[in-house]
């Protein structure tokens, strides 16, 4: 660890070359990176980057859409085979005649 006197000078060496240095957004960058108001602090939230990883989120859109099609699939294939009859000189699906009678 640094000695007292040898942090002073380290310090003192510090301000020497930074003296002529002039930082002219000191209070802006201060009032973003340490916010006080409500405002401010919903501004540093509202602000923040946010990193979503691609190999994750793509293999859960996969799993999902995945699934999903295969749900519709499998609901399609259960479904009583469909088929037209003419009743009356007109063409209904065969599901919309069983169905009319039960309706009553």
Same mark, same amino acid.
Do not use: V
């Given at each position: 660890m640094m000695e007292q @006197?040898? /942090?002073k000078k380290a310090n003192d060496i510090l301000k020497k070359e930074l003296a002529n240095v002039n930082f002219t957004s000191h209070e802006l960058v201060i009032s973003k990176t340490h916010p006080k108001t409500a405002k401010e602090k919903w501004?540093?939230?509202w602000n923040r980057e946010i990193t979503i990883p691609l190999v994750p989120?793509? *293999?859960a859109l996969f799993l999902f859409f995945s699934i999903g099609? *295969?749900?519709l699939i499998s609901d399609l /294939? @259960?479904?009583?085979q469909r088929y037209i009859v003419q009743k009356g000189g007109s063409y209904y699906w065969?599901?919309?005649i069983d169905n009319e009678g039960n309706s009553r």
């Open positions: @006197s040898e /942090q501004m540093f939230i989120l793509g *293999a099609g *295969a749900y /294939q @259960s479904e009583e065969s599901d919309m």
